[in-house]
């Protein structure tokens, strides 16, 4: 330990083993999500290999390489690009990665994954130990497996293991996380066996004693890991409790697995395992239940659990012996090595939104809000590397678009400053977080990151300074670029010839804590600025209408995070009026007619207008012969959100 | 009452009333739902007893026809006899505050039941067959995650 973090995070420095294997340290990359990144085939693309080089790099002392399924049919393959490992004909990409891992200095694991319940993306149907119907559409209609098939899969997975070693793996893991095929045995939700497979606890652990025999007993010298569920969250349709799930856990220790990954939940689970509304360290009792039950087993765990600093208090309290990350990583593969040099404050935050597993049930290949070059390692056009020509960048918005471009173009060497009209950084982002009732400190942890890195860049932010064509003339001849970042604003124009318009208020201006609203709001629009300033308020007190020209709300709202806002919508009791449009306002109320043409009358103090949003166009026309290289990024270009707004912002700066 | 679901036109009057979500399904689409204790489907043991139920109680089923969603009391004999494209399966509470709301919010109320637990749900068909016969709509008035919902 000679880096100043490390001194600090010494729990999680500490050196560790698995098996006969040593650990530089007590973290472990987590095989969270798979990419999507590969060949419909199963084989490993060039652009997966470069992601698993910066994987590698992260400075995990275990890194656990992406789930590969098992079987020739695809029955257990769950993602539509899906690495394969049930022929000797991958060996050598997989001894590709095992290399990566190694040159790194991490001990190298490869996950058997075989997804049952949620497997045979390519085929009409799933395995499951019995035909339990899908609770979600997306999955295929199950077939019950035969005692034949069962010792097929088996052995399968024991050939899978062969191959992972033979390629240079140090060890394996197996996973039932979330809902896979070995949680489908062990759940009796999913298992209504009446043969030695099913009916009991102890009958349905069989397939995973016989699993964890036959991959011990196929690679004898290697250890073997385990994904299993402390809780299910599926009780109520009948899953398994909590205490039946630590019975499971103890057969696996029984078996001599070495070590344990505790995860929590089920992809059709009713509630939230990991998403942004649930609290870091949330889950930490599961993980200290079975460290504490099983004292001698390596426990790992990092479900919702982002911050390094929490993670070294929970290893030196006995909550878990490795701290299992992935998303955080995939927000920030330096998060590690910044931890170890006492840079947490640069660290780019995994804010939980979800968007990576939001593009997997859409079978694309997964990306990250907070980080742009996720998926595009290969391509060296998003490679910041520094400009050849030097430039003087005036960037107009400290929103996340013109944040990230700031900090991109700075560190290719370009002189920037960022010119912000209101008193502080982050845009409509601050507005959003003040009224987030999910975990506004994630967002505002963004806002953080911009600042500690504009202040580390020697990035100027002139705050309290409005671009405009007056001022463009003060500056002019004094910058090469103009990054136009200046956001979206609520289209009040839109109403203009509506009786009563000079009413309206802008909702985003109750968002920035500019207007206060009377009590009783009638919200235009129902999308997620609507909403998300709609709960807030009737949180606070306020009765509030929500109008939405669409026949449902939450149309613009992340897919993983849509049934949050709608059960938000109805925990509050806000009425929403759908297929339906603001027709008149006075200062008694609003008048919406519906799809049908019926009217009605809504009591309100205050009308308030969350949409149509407009892009901020106006500076690309007064700018236009004003600057030499004039760009825009994030919602100044096309009103959206979050990610297109980091995503542009860096594309701008690593191509100016 | 003579069944668990009490008077089916009450139930159709709700249809009627939201005729929109019903309107770009294809006809011959079907939805059933049964009562948990009638189904024999007993606590803990809920899918065992969807399973095991052989036409223990009833089934009401709501079919796209011309005109419209039509309910219709059909026997419940497990549901790979059903033919349904969707199953809920609702406690008997669940069921109660179903027919109080049905001159109401009753799709809220189902919403709200549904992520409570009150009421489980089973789909029979994939995505693309919902999506081919019009489901879309009124899953996701249901607040059902169509495409996956790993959070």
Redesign the interface.
């Known amino acids: 330990m000679n880096r100043p973090g490390e001194e600090k995070l010494k729990h999680l420095f500490r050196p560790g083993s698995i098996g006969r294997f040593k650990t530089k340290n007590m973290v472990k990359y987590g095989a969270c999500c798979v990419s999507n990144y590969n060949g419909r085939d199963g084989f490993i693309t060039p652009r997966e290999l470069a992601r698993v080089r910066v994987i590698a790099s992260t400075g995990c002392g275990i890194i656990t390489n992406q789930g590969a399924y098992p079987d020739p049919l695809g029955e257990g393959k769950a993602y539509f690009r899906q690495v394969a490992i049930f022929d000797d004909k991958f060996i050598p990409q997989f001894e590709t990665i095992a290399g990566y891992i190694h040159d790194a200095g991490a001990v190298a694991i490869q996950q058997i994954l075989h997804a049952g319940r949620y497997g045979g993306i390519d085929l009409g149907y799933c395995i499951q130990p019995s035909v339990v119907p899908q609770t979600l559409p997306h999955f295929r209609p199950p077939r019950e497996l035969t005692k034949e098939q069962i010792k097929a899969i088996v052995a399968q997975h024991a050939d899978a293991a062969r191959r992972a070693i033979r390629a240079g793996f140090d060890g394996t893991e197996v996973t039932s996380f979330m809902g896979y095929l070995l949680a489908n045995f062990n759940s009796r939700f999913t298992n209504q066996r009446s043969d030695e497979y099913g009916g009991s606890v102890e009958n349905r652990g069989r397939f995973m004693r016989e699993l964890i025999d036959a991959v011990k007993q196929a690679t004898p010298d290697s250890p073997m890991l385990i994904r299993l569920n402390a809780a299910e969250l599926m009780d109520r349709w009948g899953g398994n409790s909590e205490d039946e799930c630590f019975e499971l856990m103890q057969q696996a220790v029984d078996c001599g697995v070495d070590m344990i990954s505790v995860t929590v939940g089920w992809q059709e689970a009713p509630e939230s395992s990991f998403g942004r509304d649930v609290s870091p360290g949330h889950w930490n009792h599961l993980s200290a239940k079975a460290k504490r039950l099983f004292p001698k087993t390596a426990i790992a765990f990092g479900n919702r659990l982002p911050d390094p600093v929490m993670a070294d208090q929970c290893i030196r309290d006995g909550v878990f012996d490795y701290w299992e990350v992935c998303r955080p990583l995939l927000a920030d593969p330096e998060l590690i090595h910044k931890a170890a040099e006492d840079r947490l404050n640069e660290v780019r935050p995994c804010i939980g939104s979800l968007n990576c597993l939001s593009r997997l049930f859409r079978d694309l290949p997964y990306t990250c809000t907070m980080n742009p070059v996720l998926g595009h390692e290969v391509e060296p056009e998003y490679a910041i590397t520094p400009a050849v020509e030097k430039k003087r960048i005036m960037v107009i918005g400290a929103g996340p678009a013109g944040m990230e471009a700031a900090i991109t173009a700075r560190k290719r060497g370009h002189e920037v400053t960022v010119f912000e009209k209101s008193a502080h950084i982050g845009g409509n982002l601050a507005a959003y977080a003040a009224n987030d009732l999910a975990r506004p400190e994630d967002l505002r942890s963004v806002i953080d990151y911009y600042r500690v890195m504009a202040d580390k860049l020697g990035i100027e932010v002139r705050l309290n300074t409005e671009a405009n064509a007056k001022f463009m003339r003060s500056v002019l001849h004094q910058y090469d670029v103009c990054l136009v970042a200046a956001g979206a604003r609520t289209d009040l124009g839109a109403f203009r010839y509506l009786e009563g318009a000079e009413l309206l208020v802008d909702a985003l201006e109750v968002a920035h804590g500019r207007i206060k609203p009377g009590h009783r709001v009638v919200m235009v629009g129902g999308g997620m600025i609507g909403l998300t300033i709609a709960e807030s308020l009737t949180k606070a007190g306020h009765e509030v209408v929500v109008v939405e020209e669409e026949k449902r709300v939450a149309g613009d709202v992340m897919p993983t995070f849509k049934w949050r806002h709608t059960a938000w919508v109805d925990e509050l009791g806000i009425r929403t009026l759908t297929s339906s449009r603001l027709v008149k306002v006075t200062s008694e109320g609003a008048t919406v007619k519906n799809a049908k043409g019926e009217e009605s009358f809504v009591a309100a103090d205050t009308v308030l207008v969350s949409s149509p949003r407009k892009a901020n166009h106006d500076l690309f026309h007064e700018f236009q012969w004003m600057v030499d290289e004039l760009h825009g990024a994030g919602d100044a270009v096309i009103a959206r959100g979050l990610d297109a707004a980091i995503h542009e912002g860096y594309r701008m700066g690593v191509r100016i | 009452m003579a069944n668990a679901f009490g008077d089916l036109s009450a139930w159709q009057a709700m249809l009627d009333r939201h005729a ?1 979500l019903f309107s770009e399904m294809s006809a011959g689409s079907r939805v059933g739902f049964v009562s948990r204790s009638e189904s024999g489907v007993t606590p ?5 007893g969807l ?1 095991a139920a052989k036409g223990a109680g009833d089934m009401m089923a709501w079919e796209r026809r011309e005109t419209g969603m039509q309910t219709s009391l059909e026997d419940y004999a497990g ?1 790979q006899d059903a033919r349904v494209d969707l ?1 809920f399966v609702a406690e008997d509470e669940a069921l109660a505050a179903m027919r109080e709301a049905l001159s109401g919010e009753a799709l ?1 109320m189902i ?2 039941l ?2 409570k ?1 009150g009421i ?8 693309y067959q ?1 999506q081919d016969a019009g ?1 879309e ?1 009124f ?3 249901l ?1 059902l ?7």
């Open positions: 929109e803990g043991k809920h899918v065992a399973m549901f199953l809220g919403k709200r549904i992520r637990g489980m749900f089973y789909v029979m068909k994939n995505k919902l489901y709509e899953l996701e008035s607040g995650s169509f495409l996956g919902a790993c959070r």
